[in-house]
T-cell receptor, first 111, second 115 residues
Framework: QQPVQSPQAVILREGEDAVINCSSS?????VHWYRQKHGEAPVFLMI?????EQKGHEKISASFNEKKQQSSLYLTASQLSYSGTYFC????????????FGQGTELSVKP | EPEVTQTPSHQVTQMGQEVILRCVPISNHLYFYWYRQILGQKVEFLVSFYNNEISEKSEIFDDQFSVERPDGSNFTLKIRSTKLEDSAMYFC?????????????FGPGTRLTVT
């Protein structure tokens, strides 16, 4: 069963912050975040393992709430280059490395 | 920086024809994957491959699909008899280790158009 992302789309002005959520109804082993620009391959951002950790990558960070089976991606002080579609991919417990992707969140950053 | 490569970048084929999509994973990676993305939709898992055999496959990966690692570097996806609905972007990915704890690096994709 695929994870559910919210919101479906968001428009920001440069410098604004955004949060993208990813929820699963199944027990998760890990959550992977990717950004995809139009016509390009998904680019890996970060991975979070069960255990409720938080990670950061420049001005992009993420958390994983194991109790809620939910991950959130935080984009702070957004830049034009942040525009794209963000996908979370989840790996369930006992499911090897198979990534099940959410439907994506389209982020547009305007000057 | 090492990267996953895929050929061709675009393949046009007629319905019923066989196609082979090729991938060269990152050299020291052990786990290989194929995903596909129909235009405007999410990325969908097709198959994972480790130690020269399929680890997992999705419902999409039926008898028309097969994967092979013919040598130490290439990883191929074959579609025996293409259908219109096979038109999509196909991504190969590789990972150093498996079990979902390690990042998967995606190749640039092959756009398959079935006419």
């Amino acid at each position: 069963q695929q994870p559910v992302q919210s919101p479906q789309a968001v428009i920001l002005r440069e410098g604004e912050d955004a949060v993208i959520n990813c929820s699963s109804s199944k027990a998760l082993y890990s959550v992977h975040w990717y950004r995809q620009k139009h016509g390009e391959a998904p680019v890996f951002l970060m991975i979070l393992l069960k255990g409720g950790e938080q990670k950061g990558h420049e001005k992009i960070s993420a958390s994983f709430n194991e109790k809620k089976q939910q991950s959130s991606l935080y984009l702070t002080a957004s830049q034009l280059s942040y525009s794209g579609t963000y996908f979370c991919g989840t790996v369930g417990s006992n499911q090897g490395g198979k990534l099940i992707f959410g439907q994506g969140t389209e982020l547009s950053v305007k000057p | 920086e090492p990267e996953v490569t895929q050929t061709p970048s675009h393949q046009v084929t007629q319905m019923g024809q066989e196609v082979i999509l090729r991938c060269v994973p990152i050299s020291n990676h052990l786990y290989f994957y194929w995903y596909r993305q129909i235009l405007g939709q999410k990325v969908e898992f097709l198959v994972s491959f480790y130690n020269n055999e399929i680890s997992e496959k999705s419902e999409i990966f039926d008898d028309q699909f097969s994967v092979e690692r013919p040598d130490g570097s290439n990883f191929t996806l074959k579609i025996r008899s293409t259908k219109l609905e096979d038109s999509a972007m196909y991504f190969c990915a590789s990972s150093g280790l498996g079990q979902g704890a390690y990042e998967q690096y995606f190749g640039p994709g092959t756009r398959l158009t079935v006419t």
